[in-house]
């Protein structure tokens, strides 16, 4: 098993920054890929980010590319999503997510092993 939980959400201005982590206990986090997703009110849960297990590469949804940046420290145990140039269209709950399958964490998010519960980001016009 592994634990996750975020932390780091909060209500910013439009063009602020925000920095959530992910701490994960359980199982080695260093066999695991992890990502970011997020779900707005009346929308369904979208991929915004993933890194590898070696932390060697690193994706993200084409509406954060550029703006967004993850990255893990696996001694650690945790995950970093650094949000900059925040949009109010970024309003979300924000949920970490760690399987032993990058693609499948990728593509299958139904599928993904484990689940923080969330934290809450608030961008305001």
């Known amino acids: 098993q592994v634990q996750l939980v975020e932390s780091g959400g909060g209500l910013v201005q439009a063009g602020g920054s925000l920095r959530l982590s992910c701490a994960a206990s359980?199982?080695?986090?260093?066999?695991?890929?992890l990502g970011w997703f997020r779900q707005a009110p009346g929308k369904e849960r979208e991929f915004v980010s993933a890194i590898s297990w070696t932390a060697g590469n690193t994706y993200y949804a084409d509406s954060v590319k550029g703006r967004f940046t993850i990255s893990r420290d696996n001694a650690e145990n945790t995950v970093v999503l650094q949000m900059n140039s925040l949009k109010p269209e970024d309003t979300a709950v924000y949920y970490c997510?760690?399987?032993?399958?990058?693609?499948?964490?990728?593509?299958?998010?139904?599928?993904?092993?484990?689940w923080g519960k969330g934290t809450q980001v608030t961008v305001s016009s």
């Open positions: 997510a760690a399987d032993s399958l990058l693609g499948r964490l990728m593509t299958y998010p139904n599928l993904i092993h484990y």
């Open positions: 359980g199982r080695t986090f260093s066999n695991y890929a």
